[in-house]
C-alpha cells in the first residue's frame, strides 16, 4: 500500500480556513455601539436581556450558538455545559464559555461576543417631576437620573433599593467633585430610586476660587462651605466686606443682610437654607476718579503694586490707599520698616511716622498731602528713631 507523505503546514492551512468560516458567522454590523462601549468596560454585568452569540468549529464544522440571558441567570453553551451568571463580569462569562467550547474540542477557535446588551427598567421617585418608570441599561449610571429632578431633590443623598431588598445611599457630589465613582454606581434592574429633599443649599459668589451653588451636609457650615467647596479665597478678596443675605425667618423680600468677619469663618458659623454669601473683590470698591474730588491727596511709594498719588474720600484712610488704590503689597515688601511722612501742620520738613500691620488693620486716619514710603527688603536703609525725623 502506497504511503501518502502530508504536508503538516497545509494541514494547519485548511483548519484555519475551518476555524475563518466559522467566524464569519460574527461580523462587524452584529455589534451594535452600545455593545462595542460594554465590550470595552471590564466590570460590564451580565444583564438579563443580553444576547451573545457563541462562534467555533466542531469536527472542522462551523457552529454559531446564539445565547439570550433571561431573568434566571442561567446560560447554556450548546450541549457541552451550563453556567449561572449571576452577579458575574461579561469578561468572567466569556472565559468560562470559552473554557467550556476548548476542553470538548480543542483548537477550535471558540469565541463569546456579545452582541446586544439587555434593556431593563428602573423606578424614580421622591423629589422628581412624575415618579417613573424608565428604560435603561448596564453601562448607565445614577446621575444619568438627575435630569428628571426637581430644584429640591438632593444630590448628597440618593438611595437605592435593590431587587435584592437592600438600600443604599450614595453622594453625587463626592462622584462628580472627588471622582469616587463608588458614589455614582452603575443601574440594575428592578433598582427603585428614591432622590430625597435637599436639606441646605448655600450660594457663595465673588472672590472664592469655585463659586457656585452647593448643597451642605448637616454638620457642614461656613468654614466647610469656603474652605472645602470654594476652596477658599483668590489673592483679591476682601476680607472686611463679606457678606451675607439671609431669607429664611426674614420680615424682608430682599432678605436681612449681615456682614461677617474671619472670627465667623473660624467658628464655623451656622448657615441656612437659601443663605447667600459673597466676598468681594478689593478692585471692586475702587471708586472712579473724579477731576474735582480734593479732599485729600496721599502719595505711595516704594513696594507696592501700584505705587503713586491718589485723591481720597473722606472715609478712606491707611488700609484703604494699601489695599484699593496701591493693589497691595509685592513679595518683597518689608513691612517692619514702613513709614509715613506727614506734611500737614508740621514744618516744611515733615514729621516721620513708623507704620505697623496694625495701623494697617485700625485704618489708621491719613491726612492731605501724607507720603507713605513701604521699602523693599532687598534694600538696606540705616536705623533710625522717631526723634531724628521729627521737628524738635
Same mark, same amino acid.
Given at each position: 500500500m502506497a504511503l501518502i507523505k502530508i504536508n503538516p503546514c497545509l494541514c494547519l492551512g485548511v483548519f484555519l480556513l475551518a476555524v475563518s468560516v466559522s467566524f464569519a458567522q460574527v461580523t462587524v454590523d452584529d455589534v451594535t455601539p452600545n455593545s462595542q462601549l460594554a465590550l470595552s468596560n471590564p466590570d460590564y454585568l451580565v444583564t438579563p436581556g443580553d444576547i451573545y452569540t457563541l462562534a467555533y468549529t466542531a469536527n472542522g464544522t462551523a457552529v454559531t450558538y446564539r445565547i439570550v440571558v433571561d431573568t434566571s441567570y442561567t446560560i447554556r453553551i450548546s450541549n457541552l455545559g451550563v453556567i449561572n451568571v449571576a452577579g458575574k463580569t461579561f469578561r468572567q462569562v466569556k472565559k468560562d464559555a470559552e473554557t467550556i467550547v476548548a476542553n470538548n474540542y480543542p483548537l477550535s477557535g471558540v469565541q463569546l461576543i456579545l452582541t446586544q446588551p439587555g434593556v431593563f427598567r428602573v423606578f424614580v421617585v421622591g423629589e422628581v417631576k412624575v415618579a417613573a418608570e424608565i428604560s435603561t441599561w448596564a453601562m448607565e449610571r445614577l446621575s444619568s437620573l438627575t435630569r428628571y429632578t426637581t430644584p429640591f431633590a438632593s444630590r448628597r443623598n440618593v438611595s437605592i433599593k435593590s431587587a435584592n431588598g437592600r438600600t443604599k445611599n450614595y453622594d453625587l457630589f463626592k462622584a462628580e467633585r472627588?471622582?469616587?465613582?463608588?458614589?455614582?454606581p452603575?443601574?440594575?434592574?428592578?433598582?427603585? /430610586? $428614591?432622590?430625597? +429633599?435637599l436639606d441646605r443649599q448655600i450660594t457663595i459668589n465673588g472672590a472664592v476660587e469655585r463659586p457656585g451653588v452647593y448643597q451642605l451636609l448637616s454638620?457642614?457650615?461656613?468654614?466647610?462651605?469656603?474652605?472645602?467647596?470654594?476652596?477658599?479665597?483668590?489673592?483679591?478678596?476682601?476680607?472686611?466686606?463679606?457678606?451675607?443675605?439671609?431669607?429664611?425667618?426674614?420680615?424682608?423680600?430682599?432678605?436681612?443682610?449681615?456682614?461677617f468677619t474671619e472670627a465667623d469663618i473660624q467658628r464655623n458659623y451656622r448657615l441656612q437654607n437659601y443663605d447667600i454669601i459673597t466676598i468681594p473683590n /478689593? $478692585?471692586?470698591? +475702587?471708586?472712579?476718579?473724579?477731576?474735582?474730588?480734593?479732599?485729600r491727596r496721599?502719595?505711595?511709594?516704594?513696594?507696592?503694586?501700584?505705587?503713586?498719588?491718589?485723591?481720597?474720600?473722606?472715609?478712606?484712610n491707611l488700609r484703604d490707599i494699601i489695599e484699593i488704590y496701591a493693589d497691595g503689597f509685592t513679595p518683597r515688601a518689608d513691612k517692619t520698616r514702613m513709614e509715613l511722612v506727614r506734611y500737614e501742620g508740621v514744618s516744611a520738613f515733615g514729621e516721620k511716622i513708623f507704620l505697623s500691620e496694625l495701623n494697617i488693620q485700625e485704618n489708621f486716619a491719613l491726612r492731605n498731602y501724607d507720603v507713605i514710603t513701604i521699602p523693599d527688603a532687598s534694600e538696606w536703609w540705616p536705623v533710625t528713631t522717631q526723634r531724628e525725623y521729627t521737628n524738635k
Open positions: 472627588e471622582g469616587d465613582l463608588s458614589q455614582n452603575y443601574l440594575r434592574p428592578d433598582d427603585i /430610586i $428614591t432622590f430625597n +429633599r454638620n457642614e457650615n461656613l468654614n466647610d462651605l469656603i474652605r472645602n467647596y470654594a476652596c477658599g479665597f483668590t489673592p483679591l478678596a476682601d476680607k472686611t466686606q463679606m457678606e451675607l443675605v439671609r431669607y429664611v425667618g426674614s420680615g424682608s423680600v430682599s432678605g436681612d443682610k449681615m456682614i /478689593i $478692585t471692586e470698591r +475702587r471708586p472712579a476718579a473724579s477731576l474735582n474730588r480734593q479732599e496721599i502719595t505711595i511709594k516704594g513696594a507696592v503694586r501700584q505705587p503713586g498719588t491718589y485723591n481720597l474720600a473722606p472715609n478712606e
